[in-house]
């Protein structure tokens, strides 16, 4: 689509002044050494889009170092990066455990959190080093109700836990003003998976308490941004009226909030994830074992070749090694939201494990050296490939939350299931920007195809997907 087309579409967030893309960049899983992401990233905004989200967890920081790689020295390209600060996972898991920060949440054994200002300063200056900038257009709280949920899981989230949760907010909000009047930051957010909920929810987040928060530091407070989730499975901010009456979009509207949507196309509903989008045209077949043997090929030969080189044990001691293990592995693996349930533990952190025994071996060889530098490249890509295939056994799914959203009111115009989706919320009055990831040129097509698209009546689509949804199965498909 041309640049121009693009621009023009391009919506204020909040009263920031900025002016942004209604389809933003999302950042999760696209990491730094990647071609295809960085490809997909530069043809957004050679597109014109301009808005880029992403945090200092994402890929545990390389998600950053190519949002900055990409930018470095393009100004004309006026992109307006969103990233966050909050969690304790990979490398700041190491930083916690030397520092010991105040207030910090031990949620899990793989997963702490804070927003601390103390933790805070430090995710800021690790965010712009690896930006390569010297201020942040906007900067998130990231998660921060994890404090709450922490409370939930040991007993019970009182309303004494929801006011020093406020407390908390207050206290990250006056150090994020210092930032601002420091030029390091233009305006700060929170970015909250709760602030859809019902209010009655002793979990829930309320963008008007973080308001109030805000107000009792300085009438000219820089709080201007909200990101939170929205879906047809998950309509919560546009319809739940849980901030005095008014819905989170109508009261962000009201205040002059930039509402950026993320977790568009993934939508958590009964305990399960549904990825709204297709993975196989009309009448194509779903994947098989000769599909799987295809994309792990690459990764087979890579083996052999090191096989070859060094007396190396392969993964598991196996003759096929990482190849044979996702062999046996992947087709035992049902779904989408299955995939991402074991993509840590069983997918990535054998192989970790695998490479770092090796880098002490073998670290000092060029050979090694070599080896590792193209195997690194290389294994993304299969591993994107690989959920592909497992979601391409997913397509009636997709076929089934078409016809849901024929059925609530979307006019039927040769869309994709991930572009309705999209459009679905683009026409909601108060959103600003959807976030999705655009993690392959295709991708990045399909999402700014939903611009050619007419538009629809989010609110009454929303609203009878949503009634359908509480109904029996048997009853909405007649």
């Given at each position: 689509m041309p640049e121009s087309t693009t621009r023009q579409h391009r919506r204020p967030l909040g009263t920031t002044g900025l002016e942004v893309h209604p389809l933003g960049f999302g950042c999760y899983r696209v990491i730094e050494g990647n071609q295809a992401h960085e490809a997909a990233l530069r043809t957004y905004l050679e597109s014109g889009g301009n808005l880029i989200d992403t945090s200092a967890n994402y890929g545990d920081g390389l998600s950053e170092l190519l949002v900055g790689q990409v930018l470095k020295g393009h100004p004309e390209l006026e992109a307006v990066v969103v990233t966050k600060g909050g969690y304790i996972q990979g490398q700041n898991m190491g930083l916690a455990l030397k520092h010991q920060f105040p207030e910090v949440v031990e949620y899990s054994e793989e997963l702490w959190h804070s927003i601390h200002p103390e933790f805070l300063e430090t995710q800021l200056q690790r965010s712009l080093q690896r930006l390569q900038r010297n201020r942040v257009d906007v900067y998130l709280l990231h998660n921060p109700e994890y404090f709450l949920?922490?409370?939930?899981?040991?007993?019970?989230?009182?309303?004494?836990?929801?006011?020093?949760?406020?407390?908390?907010?207050?206290?990250?909000?006056?150090?994020?003003?210092?930032?601002?009047?420091?030029?390091?930051?233009?305006?700060y957010g929170i970015s909250s998976n709760n602030f859809p909920h019902p209010a009655s929810s002793p979990t829930a987040t309320s963008i008007a308490r973080c308001y109030e928060a805000a107000e009792s530091l300085t009438p000219q407070h820089h709080f201007r941004v909200v990101q939170l989730p929205l879906n047809p499975y998950e309509p919560g901010a546009a319809l739940e009226t849980s901030h005095g009456g008014k819905t989170a979009l109508e009261y962000c509207r009201e205040k002059g909030i930039g509402v950026l949507a993320n977790r568009g196309l993934n939508a958590f509903t009964r305990n399960r994830m549904v990825r709204l989008a297709d993975f196989r045209k009309p009448d194509e077949p779903a994947p098989g074992p000769e599909r799987l043997e295809a994309l792990l090929k690459p990764l087979r030969e890579m083996e052999r070749e090191l096989a070859s080189q060094f007396e190396i044990p392969l993964l598991y001691g196996t003759n096929g090694g990482i190849a044979d293990y996702y062999a046996s592995m992947i087709p035992q693996i049902h779904s989408a939201a299955h995939w991402e349930q074991i993509y840590f533990p069983y997918v990535i952190q054998p192989v970790e494990k695998w490479a770092t025994e090796c880098q002490q071996l073998y670290g000092q060889e060029q050979d090694w050296q070599s080896w590792w530098l193209r195997f690194t490249a290389m294994i993304p890509a299969v591993l994107e490939d690989a959920a592909r295939y497992v979601a391409g056994s997913q397509q009636q799914v997709s076929d089934d939350v078409r016809s849901q959203l024929y059925l609530a009111g979307y006019e039927e115009d040769g869309a994709t299931l991930s572009q309705m989706a999209i459009n679905t919320l683009l026409h909601l009055p108060g959103l600003t920007s959807v976030l999705t990831g655009m993690r392959r040129n295709e991708y990045v097509a399909d999402a700014l195809g939903v611009l050619e698209l007419g538009p629809v009546d989010s609110l009454a689509i929303l609203s009878r997907f949503g009634r359908m949804q509480a109904q029996p199965a048997s009853q909405t498909t007649q």
């Open positions: 949920e922490d409370q939930a899981h040991k007993g019970q989230a009182t309303q004494e836990h929801q006011e020093e949760f406020y407390r908390r907010v207050q206290n990250a909000f006056a150090f994020l003003e210092e930032k601002v009047a420091a030029g390091e930051i233009g305006w």
